[in-house]
C-alpha cells in the first residue's frame, strides 16, 4: 500500500510558476514508477508526465513539453512537477499516481493515487 499527498497547487496568472510535490508513504517509494494527470472541470481525467523508478526516464504530454519537468527524490519519497509558463488551459485538479509495474500514460495501469491539488491559472 501506498499513500500519496499532493501539495503545491494554487492561484497564478498567465505566464506564472509552480511546483507541485507528492510525498509518499507506505511500501518502497523507490520501486515505483510516477505520473501526474489532470482533470478540468467536466473533463476526463488526463496524463500529464511520468518518470521512471530511477529517475532516468521520463514522459510528457505533447501540450506541457518544453513547460513542465517531472522530477523525484528517491531518498525524499517524494515526486515534483515543476509547471512554467502556465496558461488558463493548465487549470486543473492535479493527481500523482504510483504504478508499481512500468511507466505508462494509461490511467488504469496506476495503482495508487492522491487527493489531488487544485491548480487555476488566471488570463
Known amino acids: 500500500q501506498v499513500q500519496l499527498v499532493e501539495s503545491g497547487g494554487g492561484l497564478v496568472q498567465a505566464g506564472g510558476s509552480l511546483r507541485l510535490s507528492c510525498a509518499a508513504s507506505?511500501?518502497?517509494?523507490?520501486?515505483?514508477?510516477m505520473g501526474w494527470f489532470r482533470q478540468a472541470p467536466g473533463k476526463e481525467r488526463d496524463f500529464v508526465a511520468y518518470?521512471?523508478?530511477?529517475?532516468?526516464?521520463?514522459y510528457y504530454t505533447d501540450s506541457v513539453k518544453g513547460r513542465f519537468t517531472i522530477s523525484r527524490d528517491n531518498d525524499k519519497n517524494t515526486v515534483y512537477l515543476q509547471m512554467n509558463n502556465l496558461n488558463p488551459e493548465d487549470t486543473a485538479v492535479y493527481y500523482c499516481?504510483?504504478?508499481?509495474?512500468?511507466?505508462?500514460?494509461?490511467?488504469?495501469?496506476?495503482?495508487?493515487w492522491g487527493q489531488g491539488t487544485q491548480v487555476t491559472v488566471s488570463s
Open positions: 499516481a504510483a504504478n508499481l509495474h512500468l511507466t505508462t500514460t494509461l490511467l488504469r495501469e496506476y495503482d495508487y
Open positions: 518518470i521512471s523508478w530511477s529517475g532516468d526516464s521520463t
Open positions: 507506505g511500501r518502497a517509494f523507490s520501486n515505483y514508477a
